[in-house]
C-alpha cells in the first residue's frame, strides 16, 4: 500500500466519527420529542439538557474533522 492510499484509509477512518454524530444527534432530538410529547411540563428541564448532550456530540465530529485534516496534511512528498 502507498502512503497516499494508507492516508486515504485513515482520513475516511477519521470521518466515521460523522456518521456516530448523525446518530446521536438524532437519538437526542427524537427522544426530546418524545419526552415532551409525554410530558410537556418538563420541557424546560429537558431542552437545557438536550443542548448539552447536543453540544458534546458534535465535538466527537469536530474531532474527527480536525483528525482527517491533519491526517490529509501528513502527505508525503
Same mark, same amino acid.
Given at each position: 500500500m502507498t502512503d497516499l492510499g494508507a492516508i486515504?484509509? !485513515? @482520513?475516511g477512518l477519521a &470521518? /466515521?466519527?460523522f456518521f456516530g454524530a448523525a446518530l446521536g444527534i438524532g437519538w437526542i432530538f427524537s427522544t426530546m420529542i418524545a419526552?415532551?410529547?409525554r410530558q410537556p411540563e418538563a420541557e424546560g428541564r429537558?431542552?437545557?439538557? @438536550?443542548?448539552? !448532550?447536543f453540544a458534546l456530540v458534535? &465535538?466527537? &465530529? /469536530?474531532y474527527g474533522l480536525v483528525? &482527517?485534516?491533519i491526517i490529509m !496534511?501528513?502527505?508525503p512528498g
Open positions: 486515504a484509509i !485513515g @482520513m &470521518a /466515521l466519527g419526552t415532551i410529547g429537558i431542552v437545557k439538557y @438536550m443542548w448539552l !448532550g458534535e &465535538a466527537i &465530529a /469536530l483528525i &482527517a485534516f !496534511g501528513l502527505r
